[in-house]
């Protein structure tokens, strides 16, 4: 298999022209000889094509060529730029916190769903609980409880949590390495408020980051 006909089966396959060219497979030929960027295609940052995006980066150039898009990633609320877009990994409603609530009292179980305000956040927000380790517990946010189409939902409140991580996916933007300090936008913020951190693990589009301050460094 060619390369051209590699990267063309990576696209969305929609061949829509929204990038400019004809086919997808004009495109992937144009992303070849770099008279294109994968920013020019306006589908490929969805959640159902994201991960396909650092395997095309590989074949068009190596690990460090960028996913440029002519629009800055800014947040709402306050107006900054972010490195990139944090999306949920494929599958997921949001990417997955990792919080460690202040009150040591507090015990829900895997499957339960939490009431909580993060340090530094003015919005409470709801999540589903996967799993308890260690006094943390991960879930996965789900906001407004109405969100789940359901008024019988119970809930147990936690307060205060400081979340210790975030785990998801890069949709838009370059793929961080292993020890910098990133700011980014998560998918799922209510506010699209930019967030900063250190990236701890990076593997193809999916990141796990650390150190999660609502104030950008």
């Known amino acids: 298999m060619t390369q051209e006909k590699e990267i063309a089966g990576l696209l969305p396959g929609y061949n829509c022209g929204e990038c400019g060219y004809r086919q997808c497979r004009d495109f992937a030929a144009a992303l070849l000889e770099r008279g294109a960027e994968l920013g020019d295609c306006p589908h490929l940052a969805s959640e159902k094509f994201a991960a396909n995006i650092p395997v095309i980066q590989q074949l068009i150039g190596g690990p460090g060529t960028e996913f440029k898009d002519s629009k800055p990633i800014m947040g709402v609320i306050d107006g900054l730029e972010a490195d990139f877009i944090f999306s949920p990994l494929p599958g997921e409603p949001s990417c997955r916190e990792d919080l460690h609530p202040f009150d040591p009292g507090v015990g829900p179980d895997v499957g339960e769903y939490v009431r909580y305000r993060p340090l530094g956040c003015p919005v409470t927000h709801f999540a589903r609980v996967l799993d308890v380790n260690g006094g943390i517990l991960t879930v996965h946010l789900v906001g407004p409880i109405h969100r789940l189409g359901r008024d019988d939902v119970t809930f147990e409140d936690i307060g205060l949590c400081l979340v210790v991580g975030f785990d998801g996916i890069v949709s838009?933007?370059?793929?961080?390495?292993?020890?910098?300090?990133?700011?980014?936008?998560?998918?799922?913020?209510?506010?699209?408020?930019?967030?900063?951190?250190?990236?701890?693990?990076?593997?193809?589009?999916?990141?796990?980051?650390?150190?999660?301050?609502?104030?950008?460094?």
């Open 172 to 217: 838009k933007g370059r793929v961080p390495d292993v020890g910098q300090t990133v700011k980014f936008l998560p998918e799922h913020c209510m506010m699209q408020k930019v967030h900063s951190g250190v990236v701890v693990h990076s593997e193809g589009s999916r990141v796990r980051i650390e150190g999660i301050d609502l104030k950008v460094w």
